[in-house]
């Protein structure tokens, strides 16, 4: 009997998104960091921090979990304490790549909307007191999720694998905790980030509409600020139906299935149910690939970057082949 088609291409699904992931992120981070992008220093600082969330995201689930489950089997990392903390590691980095997109979506807003402010707010200073909030309550959120698994095997005095405690499955404590957990990731911020960038949106067609009637009667009539402003509308537009499209499979199913529907037996593998939440899975982990990503290679002087790492590269490479 061959194995499920969901395990099959999941086999082949998750090495390639930790190959893709791993790497787009830590030369998102590298380029950034190096503060060659033409970008301010508070929107180095967000999307560094979104790149490096986002990496820890690969790094934790896919790599520790998921391919770990398929090809590696470290022993190690299926003893019970061990599977407990890359559990609630993986909360809190799904949380801080989330609320980091938040962060910068509304820093974005403030920026373009209210000028006054921005001088103040837009800042290196109040993007690391953001970022490090966020990661302080992401850390302090996640901690409970600790206490929700037991070994399902203890060999030689020593627990292994995670399942759902029995006070997990049926305390009305953890059902409501799980619903509010639903609410903070990804409802919430679906919410605002869609909120922030209508107001932002807003304010752009209604600054453009302003200068197309004062460059009314003007000899150019090129505009180089209404093109800026249309580029950072296709942004915030596919940086918004990225994190939605990628997040909404999930978010639904979490609505109606709870955490202790995870653990399928062999006969319901083939289950729609089961398909639904894998697939919901996968989208959820693709979307720690593809933020940092939107933003980076839209920007010019990143791409310039990444071509000059590239040529480097392959400059140093034919060195040393010679």
Known sequence: MGYPVIFVFESIYYPVLAAIGITVNLVAIVILCRGNCGLSRCITCYLVAMATADLMVVIVEVMLKRINNIYLLINFLFITPVCSMIIVTKFAALDCSVWFTVAFTFDRFVAISFQKLRPRYCTKRTASVVIATVCTLACLRSIPFYFTSEPRYVINNIPYLCMATAAYNTSPFWAAYESFD?????????????????????????????????????????????????????????????????????????????????????????????????????????????????????????????????????????????
């Open 182 to 322: 639903s609410v903070v990731t990804p409802l919430l911020p679906i919410i605002l980030i869609l909120s922030f960038n209508a107001l932002t949106v807003k304010h752009i067609i209604k600054s453009n509409k302003i200068r197309k009637m004062l460059m009314h009667n003007s000899d150019n009539r090129n505009d180089p600020e209404s093109e800026n402003r249309k580029k950072s509308m296709i942004l915030l537009f596919t940086l918004s139906g990225n994190f939605i499209l990628l997040w909404t499979p999930y978010f639904v199913h979490s609505l109606k299935w709870r955490m202790k529907n995870y653990n399928y037996q062999d006969k319901y593998y083939s289950n729609p149910i089961y398909i639904n939440q894998q697939t919901g899975f996968m989208l959820q982990l693709l979307s720690s690939c593809t933020n940092t990503c939107i933003y980076g290679l839209t920007q010019r002087k990143f791409r310039q970057e990444l071509k000059n790492g590239v040529k480097y590269l392959v400059t140093l490479n034919g060195k040393l082949c010679k």
